[in-house]
């Protein structure tokens, strides 16, 4: 699919993050999200979580960061529908690893 436009895109993940389980929404309080159009180094990488995850803190550290990458999103997807899903999910994804899920956890909880 083509590459939307970063106003749309921007909505899509602003819309994922509202809709985010009320079991993280927590962690929202600590997190930046960025959006940004690719990975400088792994083109094809769809999101990134970076910080120390929640239960891990011991409240010295800044916010951590999710960051979003539109293009890498939009060419893995063939309609508006699927990369709105798959936006949420990669949303959902992020910020778990910030809640201190790891993936297999994620995938228990069918988030993944």
């Known amino acids: 699919m083509e590459i939307v ?4 895109f921007d909505r899509l993940v602003a ?5 985010l389980p009320d079991e993280l929404q927590h962690v929202l309080d600590n997190v930046v999200v960025q959006i940004h159009d690719r990975h400088p180094v792994e083109h094809d990488l769809l999101g990134l979580y970076e910080g120390v995850p929640h239960t891990e ?6 916010p951590d960061v999710v960051s ?14 699927e990369l709105v899903d ?4 990669t949303v959902i994804h ?11 956890r994620l995938h228990q909880l069918g988030w993944g």
């Open 94 to 104: 992020e910020v778990a690893h910030a809640a201190g899920i790891d993936d297999e």
């Open 57 to 62: 803190r011991t409240g010295q550290e800044g």
């Open 68 to 81: 979003i990458y539109r293009h890498a999103l939009c060419e893995m997807c063939e309609t508006m529908d």
């Open 5 to 8: 436009p970063k106003y749309r």
């Open 15 to 19: 819309d994922a993050l509202d809709d």
């Open 86 to 89: 798959e936006v949420y999910v």
